[in-house]
Every structure is written in C-alpha cells, then in structure tokens.
C-alpha cells in the first residue's frame, strides 16, 4: 500500500511539474509586457552530414497571451524535391498548463504554394490552425525536416518580431570537422561558441529573456535593428549541382555556370526580327528601349516556382515560344534579345518590396533576394529595367526595386551594385487646380498633376484602364464626397524627366458649405495630411525611408459680393525632416492657395520623434483650415 501511494504521488509530482513547465503566469511579467505571445523555448539544430544531405531538428513551445497572438499560432511547413518533413507532432496547453489536444502530421492541411499569380509551382506547404477560443494558451511543437541540399540553411532571426517575447532560443549547426563554415552575425546578446566533438564541429547561439517591445512608427526594420546569425558552407551542393563560394564574385561565377548557363539562345528567325528592329537605330541606349518595348509586348508575367528550388530561369527558346514567364526567365529573355544587339546587360538579384533591403554586402548567400531585375551597364547612365511590366516606362524601376543593392551576375562574377536611387526632391506630386465656385457651394473646373520619381506610380495604373474604371479609381485617389470626373486624359512625358501628367475636369457638389449669407470654404481641397501618433519614451531612431515633395496650387474663383470675415494667414515649419509651407491670399476676387510639404529620407535621433509628431500635427491642423466668408 506504501508503495502504491508513493508512486502515485511520483506521478502526481511529475504531472504538476509538466503543468507549472507550460502554465502561463509562470512567464516573467517583463515579458508579458506588450506581448502578443511569448516564445517559451526555441531549439533549433542543423546537421550537416554531407553536401546533399543536412537535417533539421527543431522544438519550440510558445504561449498565446491575445487575439493578436493567433498569427503566431498557425504552424506551416513547406516541401518540394529537395525538403521533405519528416515528423510533426504537437500539444496544446491551456493557460494553466493542462493539456488540451495532441496533433500530428495527419492533422495538417496540404496545399500547393502556389498563389492567384502563379502558374506553376513544384513546393507544397502543410498547414495546421491550433487557434483556441481562449486566452492564453501554450504550443508545443517538435518535428524534423530532410534536406537534399547544403547550400540554404535557415538563418536565426530570435527577436524579429516586435511584439513576440521569448524566454530562450538556441540555434545551433553540427558540420564535420573538415567543413568551413561561413557565418554572418548581427546584434547578439553574447557571441556564439564552437565546440569539436570527434569529427564534428559544432556551432551554437543563444539569447533569452528578450521583452517584447511596443510598435514605433518610422523605425528602421529588424532585417538592421534584430538579432541575426546566417551561416553558409564555404563547399555546398544545390539540387546536385557542386560549389563553392567565398563571396559575392565566386558565387556569381557559380550562378554564371550552373543557374544560368546555356539559357540565352534564340530562333533565327526572333534573331532576324531584334536585328530588323535595330537597323535604323543610332544608339545602344535607342536600341535598348526598343528591344525593352518589343519584349514588353510579346511577353507577360506569370510566375513558375519550379525547376531548380525556384532559382533557375527557363531558357529564352521557351519564353520567345511560349509568351510568358517569371521575372528570371524574362530577365534572362530580355538579356537573350540584348545579346543580338551586342548590348551588355547584367541579371540582377534583388529583395523587392515597397521597404528598401539590402542583400548582405560582404556575405554570398542564396537567400538574400525574391525578385530579378535587369541592369544595362552604360558609359556614366546606369540603366535599370523591370522585365515583369508590359506598361512600365523604359529605366523606370519605381519603390518595389529603388535604392537598395543587389547581386549582380556579371561575366567577371558576382557585383554589389545599388538600384536607381530617388530622393524627396525626385519623388514630386505637383498639382495645379484652376476651379471656380458658385452661389451654393458647388465648385467646377480643372485639376492638373505631375507625377515623377517614386510618385510616378501614384496614377499610373489608370493609364490603360477603360473610363468607367478610371473613374471608379479617381473616386477613391481623391476620397472627396460628390465629387464627378467629367474628363479624364494621362500623357507619359519622358523630358526632361519621366513624368506621368494627368489632366481632370471636374466639379464636386456642396464643397463650400453655405448658411444664409455666411459660406465657408476649405482651399487645401486635394491633399491633406493626418498627424502620426504621439510616442512617449521612444526607443527607436526616426526612420523615414522615402522622402517625397508635395506641391499643391489651388486658385478658386469666388462668386461676387463675398467679404472674408477671417484673415488668412501664412505658415512656415522646419525640422530636420522635412519644411512645410502654406499660404492663402485674396487676390481679384480669387483665393488662391499653394501649399508644400518636403519630407527627407534619413535616419534621426529618437528624440528627435517629439518635434517630428509636433511638425506633423501642425500639417494636419493647417491643411484643414477653413475660411469664412459672408456676402456683403
């Protein structure tokens, strides 16, 4: 009976320890603090067996603390040739530590990755939604993947997401002793250490007790401000093709020899066709645009995630036949159709989006880079091309691409280059309204503006759409109630720089609002600003990624016998960011209203933020001020 009752309490021990392990107060309050989850515990490990042949271990157990946290909670694992999952198993506490459910692989959903814009994709995900109905609640997971390749190893981000805490993480690469490793670290708590076990050398990385931080406005991204460690073997294989790379040039000399070898051949007879194109033409800068213009309508995007782990672009032949292919198989079609012309162009890796990342200067990785885009090289004019756009304007790049480097693969090797760059002074919005406003309020007349630099894309998209959609798209630009588009015209103007113009003829109903003899009427009417919110206390440095000038020249014509009973009055504002300025003045029987506002892409001091949020709200209130009137 002693014995009996003693393993009874053994168990009982065991059970109130393995609750209390995963019990939600049991996280340190400095932790729950801003969270939306916490990462309890995160273990990752690598090994490295031979150049095709790494597996992935890896057990993490995370606690839900809100709502918010349910994105975190969503557990999804790719596959394709050369990754395939070998386990998945998985428990589900509830904010006491008392186990809810188990699950298995049999559990996850399968799908294909492909999305609305691709057509072919050869990698799969499985997807399981653990989400509760409450709160908190704690994940448990364990699983093991294979890989049939050596080259990408999953990099170690621990405190990449603002509001995600994590109690500990670890990460660690098992090589054999006579593999170099290649590693990139960043922003670490404590340096990693390296320990040789018999044949195998073995890397590990921790951090613990990370706080969640709260959201900041205008913050660098955590690609710069995060913890980061990427590894690379120096000697690797990739779907059975051998390398080695030391940095940005040999891998560019593997890339040249594997990944894009032998793909730029063409038909005589599109060679004949380029050459026919060419013939009158002077310049090579001439000749580019019109293979760029041809190629643009021959071809269109369709995105292909097969082939060698999506890296690899389908030979020029294809794409010439068939009319459609992914950004490198255009890319390298494009370059294909420049070879017949005898203009060098280089194939251009690159991390697109609308937030400017680099790929790692001084560390070759496959990794870096979701996107290709194409470079001609000319004498002093740099030219960049988006191969993805029947529209886009020829050397337009636009924010998906704009100042940040690439990898370039040229013939010498692999080249860092940097993408065109736009400053606030390129990227102008300028816009003159002539308008004129009536007895009641309602105002009539015409709306002109020019956008170039980044804001070139602002409209751009009406261009080729049929008038219904044009003005179902204005609607929603300009956001002003009753407001009708009698005309609508656009003209790309390429001098002296590239511009896309719009010209509108309009009229908006009950803008001035009249009371018997007294009318009010608003003259920033096109473009007002919003204030940013107010942070106390702020951590992070200001980070204004692109910079942009706002031009508005609003001149309405009022009816007679109004009399101004207010007295407008002009406003000027500087801070490091950025300057605005505003002025309204009465002038034969007009009101005529410029505004300015200029902000600067930079980084500043955190404590810089306050007079920024203070420019900001005084825009805000400026741009909606109104002016009364009353008829004499």
């Not at 506490?93 to 050869?122: N, P, Q």
């Not at 020249?553 to 109004?562: A, G, H, R, S, V």
Request: with cysteine.
């Amino acid at each position: 009976m002693k014995k009996f009752i003693l393993i009874a309490c053994l168990f009982l021990s065991v059970a109130q320890q393995a609750s209390a392990q995963y019990e939600a107060s049991s996280i340190p309050k400095e932790l729950r603090s801003h969270a939306a989850a916490t990462i309890r515990e995160d273990i990752r490990t690598y090994v490295i067996k031979g150049p095709d042949d790494m597996t992935q271990t890896g057990t993490q157990i995370m606690t839900i603390h809100n709502a918010k946290g349910d994105a975190y909670a969503d557990q999804v694992f790719g596959y394709d040739k050369s990754r395939q999952i070998k386990s998945i198993k998985g428990e589900i506490y509830d904010g006491d530590g008392k186990l809810i459910k188990k699950f298995t692989m049999k559990d996850f959903k399968d799908y294909s990755a492909s999305d609305e814009v691709t057509m072919f994709s050869s990698s799969r995900l499985k997807h399981y939604d653990p989400k509760q109905n409450s709160y908190p609640y704690t994940i448990k997971l364990d699983y093991e993947t294979k890989h049939n390749q050596s080259l990408i190893i999953g990099s170690w981000n621990p405190n990449y997401t603002v509001d995600v805490s994590v109690e500990k993480s670890s990460y660690q690469i098992v090589t054999p002793s006579d593999l170099t490793l290649r590693i990139l670290t960043k922003n670490l708590q404590s340096p990693g250490k390296v320990e040789e076990q018999g044949k195998q050398k073995i890397y590990t990385w921790e951090a613990k007790n990370i706080p969640a931080s709260r959201s900041e406005p205008f913050s660098p991204i955590r690609q710069i401000t995060g913890m980061h460690v990427m590894a690379v073997p120096e000697a690797f294989s990739y779907y059975k093709y051998d390398g080695s790379a030391t940095d940005w040039k040999s891998f560019g000399n593997w890339m040249n020899a594997t990944l894009l070898k032998d793909k730029r051949k063409l038909a005589p007879a599109t060679i004949a066709k380029v050459q026919e194109l060419c013939k009158d033409l002077k310049t090579d800068r001439e000749k580019a645009k019109a293979i760029y213009e041809y190629m643009q309508k021959k071809t269109r995007y369709i995105s292909i995630q097969i082939g060698i782990g999506g890296q690899e672009p389908f030979p020029a032949t294809d794409v010439d036949r068939l009319g459609y292919g992914d950004c490198k198989a255009l890319v390298n079609y494009t370059q294909a159709l420049l070879d017949v012309a005898n203009i060098p162009s280089y194939y251009c890796i690159v991390e697109a989006g609308n937030r400017k990342i680099d790929v790692e200067p001084e560390f070759a990785n496959i990794i870096d880079g979701n996107h290709v885009i194409l470079c001609l090289p000319f004498a002093n004019d740099t030219t960049w091309l988006e191969c993805t756009s029947q529209d886009m304007p020829f050397g337009y790049l636009g924010d998906f691409t704009d100042d940040r480097l690439v990898l370039a693969c040229t013939p010498e090797g692999g080249q860092v280059m940097r993408t065109a760059v736009y400053d606030y002074q390129d990227n102008l919005q300028h816009r003159i309204a002539n308008l004129k406003l009536d007895s009641l309020g309602n105002m009539t007349g015409s709306l002109s503006t020019a956008f170039a630099g980044t804001q070139f894309d602002n409209h751009f998209s009406n261009i080729k759409k049929v008038r219904d959609e044009q003005v179902k798209a204005l609607r929603k630009q300009y956001d002003i109630n009753r407001i009708q588009f009698l005309d609508v015209n656009y003209k790309v103007n390429s001098a002296p720089k590239l511009t896309l113009q719009e010209d509108l003829q309009i009229s908006i109903e009950n803008l001035a609002v009249r009371n018997k003899d007294n009318m009010t009427v608003f003259p920033n009417i096109f473009n007002r600003s919003t204030g940013i919110p107010d942070i106390r206390n702020r951590k992070n440095p200001v980070k204004i990624t692109r910079g942009y000038t706002d031009i508005d020249e609003t001149i309405i014509e009022l009816p007679k016998n109004l009399k101004a009973i207010i007295l407008p009055k002009t406003v000027k504002n500087e801070v490091p960011m950025g300057s605005y300025e505003f002025t309204v003045k009465l002038e034969d029987g007009k009101m005529i209203c410029y505004r300015k506002l200029v902000l600067k892409e930079g980084e500043f001091p955190a404590e810089s933020y306050e007079s920024f949020y203070n420019f900001m709200s005084e825009v805000a209130y400026t741009d909606s001020w109104k002016y009364n009137f009353t008829y004499k």
